[in-house]
Structure formats: C-alpha cells, structure tokens
C-alpha cells in the first residue's frame, strides 16, 4: 500500500507540473498578444510590426497611419488547439480617419505562431488594413 501512495503522489506531482509548464506558455502568449492589443490600441504601428515575423513584416506607410485613430479595440474570437503551436484571434477594431472624421470598423485575422528557434509567440498575418 505504500509503494502504491507513493507511485500515486509521484504522478500526481508529474501532471502538476505540466500543468503549471502549459499555463506559464500560455501567460507568455497572452502577455505578446497584449503588448500586441496595446500598440494597435495607442496608434503604436511600427512598434505593432515589431511583433511580426520577419518574413512577414508589413511595410507601413506612415503618413497615412498618422491620419488613423483607433476607438476600440475588441477581441471577437480566439480559435486555439492545445497539441498547436498556432493561434488564431479576431478582432473587431472601430477607427476615425482624420482629417475628414469618418468611423469605420474591420475584423483583423490574427494568426500567431510560436517560434521554437525565437522562444517566442510572433505574428504571421499583416497589421490591420486600415482603409
């Protein structure tokens, strides 16, 4: 009975540690898309291209993301597989274009991607087109 209580604590302790290594993943990814969220959120654009991959950095036309102002910035979905190392998010982001005023309102497809060779979450989907 007590190689049994034994063997039971040790596997409890394994998958307890899984556990805590998959939420501090997690946390590391939530934290990148965030930081991501926020430079969008502040007009931040090239700080927000900082997040995408190399091979799929988006040139930015800075004059006109001056004229961009984002109102709200509001995660719609976030489709995940736990076995995946890929992410997808939409977000719903409503924006005024100056100097004319005019509202407008996209879905960005986010697809995130978790560099093993980086150690790091980074975007492969291009900044939002504002339009």
Excluded at 18 to 45: L, P, Q
Excluded at 102 to 126: G, N, Y
């Amino acid at each position: 009975m007590r190689l049994n209580f034994f063997g039971l604590f040790c596997l409890i302790m394994q998958l307890a540690s899984c556990t805590h290594v998959s939420d501090v993943f997690m946390m590391k990814r939530d934290e990148i898309i965030n930081r991501y969220a926020s430079a969008i959120r502040w007009g931040e654009f090239e700080k927000a291209a900082q997040f995408q991959s190399p091979a799929h950095r988006t040139r930015l036309d800075e004059a006109w993301l001056k004229n961009i102002h984002i109102a709200t910035y509001k995660t719609l979905y976030v489709n995940e597989n736990p076995t995946s190392n890929i992410v997808e998010l939409g977000v719903e982001i409503r924006y005024f274009i100056e100097p004319s005023g005019s509202e407008k309102t996209i879905t960005d497809r986010q697809i995130w991607r978790f560099e093993d060779d980086q150690d790091k979450w980074m975007l492969e989907s291009p900044l939002p087109a504002f339009r």
